[in-house]
């Protein structure tokens, strides 16, 4: 069935150190993966997208990485700082453009 | 420019009754997309809007409904509450002319059916 899930519920990191976000998804028809960070009381803010025609895709401090042979998805976050602190959502889009997401992983910095 | 703004920020209501929610999108953006969100089952797409139309539905009961209006503003109605529907409520809005593109979401609407 439809589902994206999250390898990890929780991750923390120290700041300045680098966090790997995981996710995987299941329906290899997918062609949309996106990313979302959610700060308490506040609605989900878009990270960094990416189609399935590209394996990488860069944006400022954050990476996603798609592997469509095993269906995975990661988000790479470069010196992570407190402001970090969130849960992240990664997202498949279907056709019929609703986009699926995973449960999140909540990413905690330490000082 | 502004964002998506939703309306209330918080609702009190209880079993049986109805509740509205409103959401104003993006200027010139014309589809609205709304989700629910709890803890247990993570953010659940309801519906979708493009042009006063519903083009996509997810797997709610017929109890959520919603509509969009000609100046793209989007409301959910939601009747004869149940303590399970006490959820954060999701309205994230688009452009609408792609498949698939990023939604823009609102700070949300926190329901609590008591």
């Known amino acids: 069935g439809e589902s994206v899930g999250l390898h990890l519920p929780t991750l923390s990191v120290q700041e300045g150190d680098n966090s790997i976000i995981n996710c995987a998804y299941s329906?290899?028809?997918?062609?949309?993966f996106i990313w979302y960070k959610q700060e308490s009381g506040k609605g989900p803010q878009f990270i960094i997208d990416i189609r399935s025609n590209m394996d990488k895709r860069q944006g400022q401090r954050v990476t996603v990485l798609l592997n469509k042979t095993v269906k995975h998805l990661s988000l790479q976050i470069a010196a992570t700082q407190p402001g970090d602190s969130a849960v992240y959502f990664c997202a498949e889009g279907l056709q019929g453009g609703k986009l699926i997401f995973g449960q999140g992983t909540e990413l905690s910095v330490k000082p | 420019k502004a964002g998506v703004t939703q309306t209330p920020r918080y609702l009190i209501k209880t079993r049986g009754q109805q509740v509205t929610l409103s959401c104003s999108p993006i200027?010139?953006?014309?589809?609205v997309s709304w989700y629910q969100q709890t803890p247990g089952q993570g953010l659940q797409f309801l519906f979708e809007?493009?042009?006063?139309?519903?083009?996509n539905k997810g797997n709610f009961p017929g109890r959520f409904s919603g509509r969009q209006f000609s100046n793209s503003r989007s409301e959910m109605n939601v009747s004869t509450l149940e303590l399970g529907d006490s959820a954060l409520y999701l309205c994230?809005?688009?452009?609408?002319?792609?498949?698939?593109?990023?939604?823009?979401f609102g700070s949300g609407t926190q329901l609590s059916v008591l």
């Open positions: 329906n290899s028809a997918s062609d949309y």
């Open positions: 994230a809005s688009s452009w609408g002319t792609a498949t698939n593109e990023k939604l823009f």
């Open positions: 200027s010139g953006h014309r589809s």
């Open positions: 809007y493009f042009s006063e139309t519903q083009r």
